[in-house]
């Protein structure tokens, strides 16, 4: 119907603007070469075979990598930090792991080593990208990635900044991930845009997956993940913590902050897994600063 693809362009853009604050629908349209893109100019790359769905903004001297946790995606879980970060002081990089979002095919299979793995693609990524220097945004499942490889890439990694992650695997924690295990009982908000991207069941199998992975690696090793990893973190690094995070024990962020070695806290004495996002603006200059001091 329509001829003019600026013109659609920028109506694609004031839609997604207009309906969505914490997720973002993923509109796609076929441009004159028959290929699919996004509004947001989201770009794929191959890696290990493997094609990355990733987004690039801003022109910032400071790169930021952003890494998604369990099933995220660049806008399920990156969108406020996207959106609001200064694109004059920072360039954003975000992308969708392996197996989630757009990375696919094929799905994710939870391997053992599938924290290592994400974390070495993540590397070649900003590898391809030319970047050689850049600073680690990693939530949950990508903050326990992002300490790895700040651990075996500390010459690429400027600085770190790590919440809802844990180095090792507490009884307690599985006990927390199998109240979680039903994905029909999360709340809309968190459940939704999963749903619109995997599917109801497919939700469902990959969470399951993923716990079946955390009970895997809680009898592997002590429930050990990557402790040995945190003690050969050089770069400053800053562990964020919501003081309600049902999914991860205060243990876990007092362990990081005090085995890493240019390591500092902060806590959000009402926050909880997701303080980035419910906390947006406060996270964000809170990163700002840490990462320009």
């Not at 619109?196 to 939700?203: E, K, P, Q, T």
Request: net charge neutral; glycine share 6%.
């Amino acid at each position: 119907m329509f001829t003019n693809r600026n013109f659609l362009v920028q109506l694609l853009h004031k839609c997604v603007k207009t309906l969505f604050s914490h997720t973002r629908l993923i509109l796609r349209f076929r441009n004159v070469k028959g290929t699919y893109c996004t509004v947001d100019q989201e770009q794929k790359i191959t890696i290990a075979n493997q094609a990355i769905n990733y987004l690039k903004v801003g022109s910032g001297e400071k790169t930021l990598l952003c890494f998604p946790g369990a099933l995220g995606t660049i806008w399920s879980d990156f969108k406020p930090q996207i959106d609001q970060l200064n694109k004059d002081l920072f360039t954003v990089v975000a992308f969708d792991p392996p197996g989630y979002g757009f990375s696919r095919p094929p799905n994710r299979e939870f391997t053992l080593d599938f924290y290592e793995k994400d974390a070495a693609i993540a590397y070649k990524l900003m590898k391809e990208l030319n970047i050689s220097k850049f600073s680690l945004l990693g939530w949950s499942d990508g903050g326990i990635s992002s300490l790895i490889l700040a651990a075996q890439y500390p010459e690429a990694v400027e600085k770190l900044v790590v919440w809802g992650a844990n180095s090792y695997i507490l009884p307690e924690d599985i006990e927390a991930f199998e109240q979680i295990r039903d994905t029909s009982r999360w709340s809309d908000k968190a459940r939704a845009p999963l749903v619109a991207l995997y599917g109801a069941d497919g939700l469902q199998d990959m969470w399951s997956g993923w716990c079946n992975a955390m009970q895997a690696m809680h009898r592997r090793n002590g429930g050990n993940i990557c402790m040995e990893c945190v003690t050969r973190i050089t770069c400053p690094t800053l562990v964020l913590h919501g003081a309600k995070d049902p999914v991860v024990q205060p243990e876990h962020p007092n362990y990081l902050s005090s085995n890493i070695r240019h390591a500092r806290m902060h806590i959000f004495p009402h926050g909880k897994h997701n303080i980035h996002l419910r906390y947006a603006h406060e996270f964000n200059t809170i990163v700002t600063d840490f990462i320009l001091e």
